[in-house]
C-alpha cells in the first residue's frame, strides 16, 4: 500500500526543477490532486512556481537551487533537514545550443554542461537527499525516450542522447546498491512535449502529458525496484 494511503497527512513531493516547462506543469497536477509540493527554482527572476504559491501558500514553499552547484544542495538539505517526502523528483535538464550537431561538432565545455546538468546533477541530488525521503517512499527522475539504446534507430540528438542514456545507467548503479530497499525509483520518459526544451514542433502539450506522469509516478509507490517508464505507464527498453 502507497505511504500517501495511510497517513492523515497530505503527502508531500520534493520537486527538483519547478520553475517552468513540465516541473511547474507538474507542481500544479501534484496540487490539484491534494498533495504538498516543495519546488526549487533557480536564483534570480520571479517564476511561474512564485505566482503558484502565492495563491497557494499553505501547499507551495519554493526553495532556490542551482543543481550543479554542490554547496547549494547541501544547504538544501540543511534547510529541509528533517522534514520527509513521499516522493522526491529530479526534472532539471537542458540540451546543448545546436541539438543536431553530432557529438564531435560539440565543445568539449558544451558537452561537460549536458552531462553534469542531465547526468551528474541528478545523482548527487538523490544521494544527497535521500534520507528525506519515506524509506517505501519514491525516488523519480526525468530521463527521455532518447536515452533508450535499444530504440536509437534515427541518431541525431546525440550530446542529449547521451546524457539521459548515462543518467539511465547511473540509476541502474543506484538501485544495483540498494537492492532490496522498499523504495520505488522511476526513471521517465514522457515524450516529445512542447516546452522550452521540447519545442514548438513537439506532438502533445503539457496539458496532455503531464496528468500521465503523475499517474504512473502515484501508481508507483509501494513498487519497490527501478523501472523505465513512458507516460502511459509502459516499460521503455534500455
Not at 30 to 52: D, E, I, N, P, S
Not at 190 to 202: E, S
Request: proline share 6%; charged share 20%; with cysteine.
Amino acid at each position: 500500500m502507497p505511504p500517501s494511503a495511510i497517513r492523515d497527512t497530505p503527502p508531500t513531493v520534493l520537486l527538483i526543477g519547478a520553475s517552468r516547462g513540465l516541473g511547474l506543469a507538474m507542481a500544479a497536477e501534484f496540487l490539484k490532486r491534494g498533495w504538498k509540493v516543495v519546488g526549487t527554482v533557480r536564483a534570480g527572476a520571479r517564476t511561474g512556481l512564485h505566482q503558484l504559491a502565492d495563491d497557494h501558500p499553505d501547499r507551495i514553499q519554493v526553495e532556490t537551487l542551482d543543481v550543479a552547484e554542490p554547496d547549494q544542495i547541501t544547504a538544501l538539505h540543511e534547510r529541509l533537514a528533517g522534514r520527509r517526502f513521499d516522493m522526491l523528483f529530479h526534472n532539471a535538464g537542458i540540451a546543448n545550443a545546436n541539438p543536431l550537431d553530432p557529438v564531435a561538432a560539440v565543445s568539449t565545455e558544451e558537452v561537460v554542461r549536458v552531462m553534469v546538468t542531465n547526468a551528474l546533477s541528478p545523482m548527487c541530488i538523490i544521494e544527497a537527499l535521500q534520507d528525506l525521503v519515506l524509506a517505501d517512499g519514491l525516488i523519480g527522475v526525468m530521463s527521455s525516450g532518447q536515452g533508450s539504446i535499444a530504440n536509437n534507430e534515427a541518431g541525431r540528438n546525440d550530446v542529449y542522447r547521451g546524457s539521459k542514456a548515462a543518467l539511465n545507467q547511473f540509476m541502474r548503479c543506484y538501485a544495483a546498491r540498494h537492492a532490496g530497499e522498499a523504495r520505488a525509483l522511476v526513471l521517465m520518459a514522457p515524450g516529445w512535449i512542447r516546452t522550452a526544451l521540447g519545442g514548438a514542433d513537439a506532438p502533445f502539450g503539457v496539458e496532455d502529458a503531464i496528468p500521465k506522469v503523475v499517474d504512473v509516478l502515484i501508481a508507483q509507490q509501494g513498487k519497490p525496484g527501478l523501472q523505465f517508464l513512458d507516460r502511459d505507464g509502459h516499460a521503455v527498453p534500455w
